[in-house]
């Protein structure tokens, strides 16, 4: 091949790459928003029922803003219901908001509680590294209360403020 050949081949080979990636990439917006608009009334009637794996997909759409308006006061609200069931990832995400993320009330023992309560439960979150830091920042006494706050929210005990 001539050097000409080379560059043109190259050029080419390049524009195919990047009008796949634009495909794909448009593709993957199209079926995120559709998913998010097509299912979530199906996903909140499934929540209201008391499934906890609904209540965190919707709780995590108003987090995210998923074909609801975004809403960390409403992602907390069904956060909260699957977590209360035992839904480790839900667990994960309601320390997370109790730990000031998007504007929730910072409240340290409860964030240490949540976080206790995902990592037993299975949380694919970040939990360990976060309660890692919490308790280096906490005192002694204040992870007692966050140990025994956890314990009553496994027995089934309502902490929540109003």
Known sequence: MTTNMIKTHNISSCNKMKTRITILLITFIACHFSYAAGDINQTRREAEQGNAQAQYDLGEAYFKGLGVTR????????????????????????????????????????????????????????????????????????????????????????????
Do not use: P
């Open 71 to 162: 809403s960390n006061i409403e992602a907390m609200k069904w956060y909260r219901k699957a977590a209360e069931q035992g839904h480790g990832n839900a667990q994960y995400r309601v320390g997370q908001l109790y730990g000031g993320y998007g504007g929730i009330i910072t409240d340290e023992i409860e964030q240490a509680a949540w976080f206790y309560l995902s990592r037993s439960n299975g949380s694919t979150g970040d939990a360990y590294i976060y309660q890692d830091k919490l308790d280096v920042r906490i005192r002694l006494r204040s992870q007692k209360r966050a140990r025994e706050l956890a314990a009553k929210i496994a027995a089934g005990e309502s902490t929540e403020k109003r």
